[in-house]
């Protein structure tokens, strides 16, 4: 392929780079699209769902799975019908069952959400029509004094919907309803008062209001968008500052377990955007300190946090819950609000390491879950016991988790990279293109165009490959994420090993002049270890490879089998199964090449054993598993 590529055939080829050279912003979700600007530091940006396409992959087929759901499985008259029979309006359409039984109010302002990501993010101009659609008939419903007829909880996803029906969809007439809705809700919405904010019982089930501290955040958002300060008077009133202030000063409380987990990661997103508009350290420190404290003392192996829904004492609790809570992680809301607090982390301070917490949760989380279903059958709890697991759907329909899939599956394409003025980040290792235009401010006057794209079947292998495609030769540093996990990795630009420092939790960089054609190779050991699943739990482990979780399958057992002692004898006992196809939820559509995804056991002996490990993201539903093991205690003894 020539070095050089004349500039208006490299936009046939890329159709994204035109759109990106008349004036498309690079970083759709920092670029402010209102009259605000963030008052904290940004260091680096995503591409806010635009310029970034999966490739063919498992991950790509659950974006799939979000995109043809709403054209296959509930139609606008039946998520409507509860609104408008409470409008006293014509009411086609049947209720949606489940949480929606009355009405669609707990998952519609995330439907609204998912729906315009994923317009970008799939190029689908439908959905964007649908939700178009969906908006303007339900606006028809709101009183011409703003109710909604929503409390905190579902009014937050609606102001999230609303403010992305703006920003992603331009759908500028969404503002006024905006604005009606939120000055109604200033007006009529009960504060957060003792006993509601007292954090035993924050999350206020059988009371109101119901998960008010996650409201400020798209508060916030909207204020960034519109520039009417009545939104940030109102974000202001719901700061959490009597549960925020416990990370004030540490990244280990004692005191700040026993509440709802997927909403209290939740909150720490409003503080993050609290720093945004006010630039203050402050909530910066907070938010660091809970990252840290969540790392710690709250998440499994998988990246997975909250058995029962709640933190846990730092006594053990984490590991103990293993023994009978099925209700590990609520997979589907606790994988989006992992990525937000990680994405913003990210943002403020450019540091590779939160970039962690987000690829295990891309592969263990949501990236694990089963796929949404006719009649919203949605995955829920993901579970992790000592006695073995399985993954099912929940016993209810139209969850929460219904809607976070949607929002998670866009959000895969505002993870993969990252920019700022002239370098390129790469976070995670995905089947993926990315189109971007390297610039200083303002961003109204962007650099030369380069196309990445990133082939790889990684976490399966330990290699990808990422190959450019520049209108003009362009000299940047390219940086990749070194995950923390990694014990070294190896680069090759086009076939020439090159030395790059490779420091765990660091960006590891490239810096040259940039040609089309030239190819990135890199190496990423996929070390094979056990973890334990807390401090006072040193034998309770998982097993993991790379960033992967693998569980035993449960179908099969040999009753001399125990986990070895060490992580060098896990390596000479797990031994890749060459020919092994993929298994489980995503195995109707493969890819195209086999790849060695499951472990098979051979013991020092070289006896047979029947027995495997595969990914956990590989596992279907209903098939057993065990994901956590007391070492030298046979799990199926309990049996």
Known sequence: MSADIDRREFLKQAPAAAALVAGVANAGLAAQRGPVVSAAAHALEPFGYSNVRLLPSRWQQQVEVARTFFHEHVSIDDILQGFRVAANLPAPGRPLGGWCGKDSNNVFGQWLSGLTRLANVTGDQSLRT?????????????????????????????????VDLVRYANHGDAVAMLTRVTAYADKTFQRAQAPLADITDNQAYYGRPQEWYTLAENQFRA??????????????????????????????????????????????????????????????????????YLQQFQCYATGGYGPNERFMKTDGSLGRALDTRSDTFEAVCGSWAGFKLSRYLMQFTGDARYGDWIERLFYNGVGAALPLQAQVRNFYYADYRVGGGMKVYNWDTCTCCSGTFMQNTAEYANLIYFAFRDSLYVNLFVPSEVTWASSEPPRSNPGPVVRLTQETAYPDVDNTKLTFFVASPTEFPLRVRVPLWATSMAFKVNGAPVAVEAKPGTWATLSRTWRTGDVVDIQIPLTLRMEAVDRQHPNRVAVMRGPVVFVLEGAYHDPNFALPKTN??????????PGSLPRGVWATAPPPTVYPTSLRVVPPDKRPVRLRFRPFYEIGENYPYFMYFDRDTLPWRLW
């Open 130 to 162: 649908m939700a178009v659609t969906l908006y303007t008939e339900w606006a028809k419903t709101v009183g011409a004094d703003g109710n909604a007829r929503m409390d905190h909880y579902p009014f937050d996803k609606l102001v999230c919907g609303l």
């Open 568 to 577: 060098a004898e896990l390596a000479q006992w797990l031994v890749p199964e």
């Open 223 to 292: 204020y960034q968008l519109t520039g009417d300060p009545m939104f940030r008077k109102f974000a202001e009133e719901w700061l959490y500052h009597a549960y925020w202030n416990k990370f004030a000063a540490t990244s280990a409380p004692t005191d700040a377990h026993g509440v709802h987990a997927y909403s209290h990661v939740n909150t720490f997103s409003s503080a993050a955007m609290a720093y945004d508009v006010t630039g203050d350290p402050h909530f910066l420190t907070i938010i660091k300190n809970a990252y840290d």
